[in-house]
């Protein structure tokens, strides 16, 4: 399957933004679909998944924050993130993958710059 993931951008601290993974097929047998991040010189870090049946999972950098969801007639996941911290910038990857333990399918990034 193949991601295409959007939405990224440049916000002041405080602010909001909606990222967007759109897949190329039906999402229906897909598992797990959710965002990692990258920040420069870190490694690539889970922010959150939500499973077939809805089932979200966060990171607690992001938790209380980020709402992920997904709309299975779209073949799209949603991750809005609210109270961006400068912390958050990074590039934000989607991903996807069968079920646990399963390799990810990962979109191309999306870059997320949160100006103080």
């Known amino acids: 399957v193949q991601l295409q993931a959007s939405g990224g951008g440049l916000v002041q601290a405080g602010g909001s933004l909606r990222l967007s993974c759109a897949a190329t097929?039906?999402?229906?047998?897909?598992?797990?679909m959710g965002w990692y991040r990258q920040a420069p010189g870190k490694q690539r870090e889970l922010v959150a998944l939500?499973?077939?049946?809805?089932?979200?999972n966060y990171a607690e950098s992001v938790k209380g924050r980020s709402t992920i969801s997904r709309d299975n007639a779209k073949n799209t996941v949603y991750l809005q993130m609210n109270s961006l911290k400068p912390e958050d910038t990074a590039v934000y990857y989607c991903?996807?993958?069968?079920?646990?333990?399963?390799?990810?399918?990962w979109g191309q990034g999306t870059l997320v710059t949160v100006s103080s």
């Open positions: 939500i499973t077939r049946s809805s089932v979200p």
């Open positions: 991903a996807a993958r069968s079920g646990p333990g399963d390799p990810y399918y």
């Open positions: 097929r039906s999402i229906f047998s897909i598992n797990d």
